[in-house]
């Protein structure tokens, strides 16, 4: 095996060397009825001509991935620089382990206080953690501090939320004791409603909601902040397409107090659904509550500036079932790639991209609304994603376009919501240009 | 060789109680401190807040480790050491003094007397450390 | 033994570099996008004002392309790495990152497909998923894989969930509301409690021998008072050590009325050698970040799947992959929701994908001969670090170690040298320390896992570190109690850190106002 450096003549002699006769005599505190006596049955050693090829053949049997596309959803396509792949492939950065030894980790760990810097500054909150698995997680996990900030067992998540998102939230605090309740969008808008009635009260942890919601419809934030703040609940703002945080009102501006959110807009690739990243954002005085690791600023006998793990007693490995999450592993680089596209596009990049992303949907939106049986069911105000409804069933219009235009041309709502057969979701970011747009336009024109 | 005053009252759980009429002024001992390591985080019980004895009254952290406080008497919280926020590292520099963590007006004054003394509890640390 | 003469590392070139927030002009710029090609609106028509941000992104970096490669380029040497030398954190499984495996990742039809894409344009991926389930489950002998979670802790959660469904869907809702106790090893990693309580347990500890093993007593006083659910048990344990009693100690939690999880954070020790599903485990995880070489990145992303026996099978998370034949007869792959007594869905989508294209590139770069020979080649080499130190450090537990050995201080300590120093000291002389001061129940504990990637000159000049340090340690121990000497800064001040957080940069006028 290639990747092993001793040769069977050199294992022999160690063998030798420590006292035994075979490699099989290494075993011997395994008892012999539970020794596997065969081979595994899994395929033969490929070289690496044969297993390129064999991956290249599966690869070509993902049609959707040679097209131009509009779906979107929680998932992003957006332009990413080359230097981010070039720079997260060094090997000092994706051979390393978590940075237990600050001495010889302070890469790593500049590059999350860097990130956490980031995270800061677009949501507009005090402190970040140094990643979540993904935005669903974090969704997760800012429920489940919620309730341990404000020891309340009431969640109310309001109007579009990514119906996986709700899944996973729902899984993880189906033995919490926390009673999860979802409040329905207002089906003209596409918005969550503010009245929240009877279903907010003292006993309420926390309100969730999505801005850009799943509908590419912008929530009123600071609207809902009120709201929740004046029954002393936390607000809890997820976004799943976080270009748009250089272009709208910041969660923190609005009131939110946990702000999450799917990072693999930023310079991360579709790869089918994951690793992607989880920002995880919060007020200072909630900083103990955070899941997760926390990278702060330390210095040494000379005063050198250097970074550590910090606020570690948070964490499993020493509070054990008290800590705030059982996480360890997160998504160290995916957070780099994403902090190494931050400050590649740096400030006027990432205006640029949310401003064209808004630009360019409200282009493909009004195109659209104006073809014959086409219109746009919601009236809110939206970024880049927006609900179209078609006078055929979505879910074939869609695999019309596929094949005989190969387009993604978005996502059949009914994949989630039986009740809406004909809607489905666009999606346009800076990738997609005007060409593409346009034959869009005309290939569902011309169904 | 840890530092253990006459004039306090110890518990098993390495906390000290210093009794003034019947206010019960509580911390942690030189020995638990020296355990403990660096102190960086203190968190206790506000005033006001009932405690049954052996009842957890906050949490006291180093670097890497937690460690729970438990209150050895009974009573009503009257006041936290509000110091500590700042400078919880005078729970090492200066345990029995400012690194105080709560005041207690006890509600059952008898409960000192099942404390250890001084010399006892210097026996229960030799003990632990064996 | 052969001793190679090892010398110690001098610090080599290094260069200093601020945070890229100190390092920002404005007016650089470090990207170049297309014109706008669509008819421009003013803004407001698309997003009223009251929701648009007006803060001009304050404080995000301006930096040219060149400032952002020379920035992570420069900060990057700064890590120590594998690629660099061995890595024997225990327990992490720090071996060799195919850059094959990666290329694989980055290939267009995989990095360019989106999970919401139909069934039938993704059949290359959903392959790629439904082999990878086949060969984990041919490796464990546990037939039922889920490969949604990111992580370890993610698996363990999953399956001590789907414990706990299983338990209520067999019991009554009076009998299952009883068991809900946890039992774990007072050596277990401490994402264990922690995910048994994320599941709504309460969690009993149970002790080790003095030989380093599951006390049988312990675990069948514990388990005799019916409201155990399950038991979390890593195998090989904590210590590096076989559970030689593992099928007893399944039939008494069995025969308890519990389930047992295995912790397959140690499977490097035993894929192609003995499986879990044999054993009487009822669902494991593994670190595909680990046993199965997927880069750890510094700290993820991982790959959890979860394995279990057919019983436990309709627990899993949703969706699953499964071959089906299509309406037209054709054989393919599709997502199964259908499954009533799913625990739900753990993770949006389908897991970290990326990572199950590298496990399963490993698997056949390795095939069924070269899997069994790294999982011999990784205990030869722990078992070799064992054999040569027992001569200068104390190992607590006589029992032959598999893949990770554990030693203490004991003998340093008492010249003041503690594992922490020992550790640092290591990096001197180029190499990465052992885990230090886990498992919990060894005092003073240096877990070394070496792994298969690791050639005999390397193994010994590791050794020679070691004895070098041992000796420092009695003859010169302020050297090894300041150490290290060669890095970049010093031994940080982690209280000062942790007493007066700063988790984040701020600009200059900012810090100083707060």
């Known amino acids: 095996m290639r990747y092993i450096p001793n040769s069977s003549a050199e294992r022999a002699e160690m063998l030798k060397q420590i006292g035994l006769d075979s490699a099989a005599e290494l075993f011997r505190s395994i008892p012999e009825e539970l020794l596997l006596q065969r081979q595994l049955d899994t395929p033969a050693a490929l070289s690496e001509i044969e297993l390129l090829a064999g991956f290249e053949r599966m690869a070509a049997r993902n049609s959707a991935a040679y097209r131009s596309s509009f779906l979107g959803a929680g998932v992003y396509e957006h332009y990413i620089p080359t230097i981010v792949d070039h720079l997260i492939s060094r090997s000092e950065f994706f051979t390393a382990y978590t940075p237990y030894q600050p001495e010889i980790s302070q890469g790593t760990l500049q590059v999350i206080f860097e990130f956490q810097t980031l995270v800061c500054q677009l949501t507009g909150m005090e402190v970040a953690n140094a990643s979540m698995y993904d935005g669903s997680t974090a969704l997760a996990e800012a429920v489940l501090m919620a309730e341990r900030v404000t020891r309340r067992s009431k969640v109310i998540a309001c109007g579009a939320v990514h119906p996986e998102y709700l899944e996973v939230v729902r899984t993880y605090v189906q033995h919490a004791g926390i009673d999860f309740e979802h409040l329905d969008f207002d089906p003209a808008t596409g918005q969550a409603t503010t009245e929240l009635g009877s279903a907010l009260d003292d006993k309420t942890a926390a309100i969730v909601v999505q801005s850009p919601n799943f509908f590419g419809c912008i929530e009123d934030v600071t609207a809902l902040a009120e709201k929740a703040h004046a029954v002393g609940a936390l607000l809890i703002v997820a976004v799943t397409e976080a270009a748009s945080l250089a272009l709208l009102k910041t969660p923190g501006a609005a009131g939110a107090d946990i702000v999450i959110a799917e990072g693999q807009s930023f310079g991360v690739p579709l790869s089918f659904g994951g690793p992607y990243v989880g920002l995880f954002a919060t007020r200072e005085k909630y900083a103990r509550q955070i899941p997760g690791r926390l990278v702060g600023e330390a210095f040494d006998k000379q005063g050198r500036r250097g970074f550590v793990l910090t606020l570690a007693t948070r964490e499993q490995h020493i509070r054990r079932e008290k800590a705030t999450s059982n996480i360890c592993t997160n998504e160290g680089l995916i957070a780099l790639a994403a902090t190494i596209y931050l400050e590649t596009m740096g400030k006027r990049g990432l205006q640029e991209v949310a401003q064209q992303c808004a630009q360019k949907a409200a282009y493909a939106a009004r195109c659209i609304s104006q073809l014959e049986g086409f219109s746009l069911p919601f009236s809110a105000p939206r970024f880049n994603e927006f609900v179209v409804r078609s006078p055929v069933p979505a879910g074939e219009l869609l695999k019309g376009l596929a094949a005989k235009h190969k387009i993604n041309g978005g996502l059949a709502l009914s994949r989630y919501f039986k009740d809406r057969p004909n809607d489905f979701l666009v999606c346009v970011t800076e990738l997609n240009s005007r060409a593409e747009i346009d034959t869009l336009i005309e290939a569902l024109a011309t169904r | 060789m840890a530092n253990v005053p006459e004039d306090l009252h110890y518990s098993k759980d390495h906390e000290w109680v210093r009794v003034e009429g019947n206010i019960a002024t509580i911390g942690i001992t030189d020995y638990a401190q020296n355990s403990l390591g660096d102190v960086v985080y203190v968190e206790v019980s506000k005033a006001g807040d009932e405690l049954a004895a052996n009842e957890s009254f906050g949490s006291v952290e180093s670097v890497k480790a937690v460690s729970e406080l438990f209150t050895p008497v009974s009573g009503v919280v009257t006041e936290q050491n509000e110091a500590l926020q700042d400078a919880p590292e005078s729970v090492n520099t200066d345990p029995y003094g400012t690194g105080w963590m709560i005041r207690v007006k006890m509600s059952s004054a008898g409960e000192v007397d099942s404390l250890l003394t001084a010399a006892e509890y210097e026996d229960f640390t030799k003990e632990e450390t064996e | 033994m052969s001793s190679t003469n090892i010398t110690k590392v001098t610090s080599h070139i290094s260069h200093n570099e601020s945070l890229i927030f100190e390092r920002s002009q404005p007016g650089r710029i470090g990207y170049r996008l297309p014109p706008l090609d669509v008819d421009e609106l003013p803004l407001g028509e698309i997003i009223p004002p009251q929701f648009q941000r007006d803060d001009d992104l304050e404080g995000v970096p301006e930096v040219s392309e060149v400032d952002v490669i020379r920035h992570f380029t420069r900060i990057s040497t700064w890590n120590y790495s594998i690629d660099l030398g061995m890595y024997p954190l225990g327990s992490c499984t720090m071996k060799y990152n195919s850059r094959l495996n990666e290329k694989v990742a980055r290939i267009a039809g995989f990095a360019n497909l989106h999970p919401l894409a139909n069934e ?3 059949q290359g991926a959903l392959q790629v998923i439904y082999e990878l389930q086949h060969h984990l489950a041919e490796i464990t002998g546990l037939p039922g894989v889920s490969l949604q979670p990111a992580a370890g802790a993610h698996g363990e959660m999953t399956g001590v969930m789907i414990i706990r469904a299983f338990i209520d869907a067999r019991d009554s809702e009076g009998a299952s509301a009883k068991r809900r106790t946890m039992l774990i090893p007072d050596s277990a990693h401490g994402t264990n409690p922690a995910s048994a309580h994320l599941s709504g347990f309460s969690v009993k500890t149970i002790r080790s021998t003095t030989e380093g093993f599951t006390d049988l007593e312990h675990l069948r006083e514990l388990c005799s008072k019916g409201d155990v659910a399950g038991l979390m048990l890593t195998n090989p344990n904590t210590l590096g050590l076989f559970e030689k009693n593992i099928k007893e100690i399944c039939q008494i939690v069995h025969d308890a009325g519990g389930l047992v999880y295995m912790d397959g954070a140690n499977m490097n020790a035993l894929v192609g050698i003995a499986r879990p599903g044999d054993m009487g485990v009822d669902v494991i995880h593994l670190n595909l970040h680990k046993t199965f070489s997927t880069p750890h990145g510094g700290g993820g992303p991982g790959c959890g799947p979860c394995c279990c026996t057919k019983e436990l099978e309709p627990f899993l998370p949703v969706p699953r992959v499964i071959k089906a034949e299509s309406d037209a007869g054709v054989a393919g792959y599709k997502f199964n929701y259908d499954q009533p007594q799913s625990i739900g869905r753990v993770k949006a989508f389908y897991g970290n994908y990326g990572m199950m294209l590298r496990a399963l590139s ?13 999982t011999e080649a990784a205990v030869l080499n722990a078992r070799y670090i064992a054999h040569a130190l027992v001569s200068d450090y104390d190992k607590p537990f006589k029992a032959d170690p598999m893949h990770e050995v554990v030693f203490t201080d004991k003998r340093q300590s008492r010249k003041g040298a503690h594992t922490l120093d020992i550790a640092k000291r290591l990096i001197d002389y180029g190499f990465h320390p ?45 050297l090894v109690l300041n150490a290290p000497h060669s890095t970049r800064i010093g031994r940080l001040d982690e209280a000062a850190a942790a007493r007066k957080p700063v988790l984040r940069w701020k600009p200059r006028a900012k810090a100083d106002a707060a």
Do not use: C, K
């Open chain 3, 120 to 122: 039938e344009d993704s």
């Open chain 3, 434 to 478: 052992p885990t230090i001061y886990f498992p919990l129940i060894v005092s003073g504990a240096m877990l070394i896992e070496p792994t298969e990637s690791v050639g005999h000159q390397e193994l010994d000049q590791f050794i020679d570190a070691m004895r070098s340090i041992a000796r420092e340690a009695i003859e010169n121990p302020e």
């Open chain 3, 362 to 374: 490993y698997i056949q770069t390795h095939g069924h001969d070269g899997l069994r020979e790294a």
